[in-house]
């Protein structure tokens, strides 16, 4: 349980960091400055569930689609 057998989404978790966190903190620190980083924090966590909602209903179809042929759905 809570084990992926998807090496592309274990990569892809991985990667939430350097392509949202860090390009959200240099961008919003230089828009607001100091308040830009203390909400560069909650930006880059909403776009993450916002992609997160996005691959979760682009790849849901297929999961389930495959457990009704293996009989387990």
Same mark, same amino acid.
């Given at each position: 349980? /809570?084990?992926?057998?998807?090496?592309?989404?274990?990569?892809?978790?991985?990667?939430?960091?350097?392509?949202?966190?860090?390009?959200?903190?240099?961008?919003?620190?230089?828009?607001?400055?100091?308040? /830009?980083?203390?909400?560069?924090?909650?930006?880059?966590?909403?776009?993450?569930?916002?992609?997160?909602?996005?691959?979760?209903? +682009?790849?849901?179809?297929?999961?389930? /689609?495959? +457990?009704?042929?293996?009989?387990?759905?």
């Amino acid at each position: 349980m /809570g084990k992926s057998n998807n090496p592309y989404m274990v990569a892809g978790t991985s990667l939430i960091l350097p392509v949202f966190n860090i390009p959200m903190l240099l961008l919003l620190n230089a828009v607001i400055g100091m308040y /830009g980083i203390v909400w560069s924090q909650v930006t880059a966590d909403t776009l993450t569930v916002i992609l997160s909602f996005y691959v979760y209903r +682009k790849y849901r179809p297929a999961v389930e /689609g495959r +457990k009704e042929a293996d009989g387990k759905g």
